[in-house]
């Protein structure tokens, strides 16, 4: 599935972030690094989606982050 991006909901992404997944990714990278979730946060206010995407990818390569979200999909899908 690596590679492959599918366009989501508003409403969608707002309750996989709710989600407890979604809330232990948040906190994994509010604790690794609150820089870049601040920064995420601003780009994602704005609607900078492609410059959130590159913020976030060094952090969405790590194996905590990797299977949080294969997890979220899950959700999305299932």
């Known amino acids: 599935m690596e590679g492959k991006s599918k366009?989501?909901?508003m409403q969608d992404a707002m309750r996989l972030a709710q989600s407890d997944t979604g809330k232990?990714?948040?906190n994994i990278?509010?604790?690794s690094n609150?820089?870049?979730l601040?920064?995420?946060t601003r780009q994602a206010s704005t609607g900078d989606y492609d410059e959130l995407?590159?913020?976030l990818s060094?952090?969405?390569k790590t194996p905590e982050a990797k299977q949080l979200l294969?997890?979220?999909r899950r959700q999305l899908n299932g």
Do not use: C, N, Y
């Open 29 to 31: 990278l509010r604790s």
């Open 7 to 9: 366009d989501i909901s």
């Open 53 to 55: 995407k590159s913020t």
């Open 24 to 26: 232990q990714l948040l």
């Open 70 to 72: 294969e997890q979220l």
């Open 38 to 40: 601040e920064q995420a």
């Open 34 to 36: 609150p820089d870049v």
């Open 58 to 60: 060094d952090f969405m």
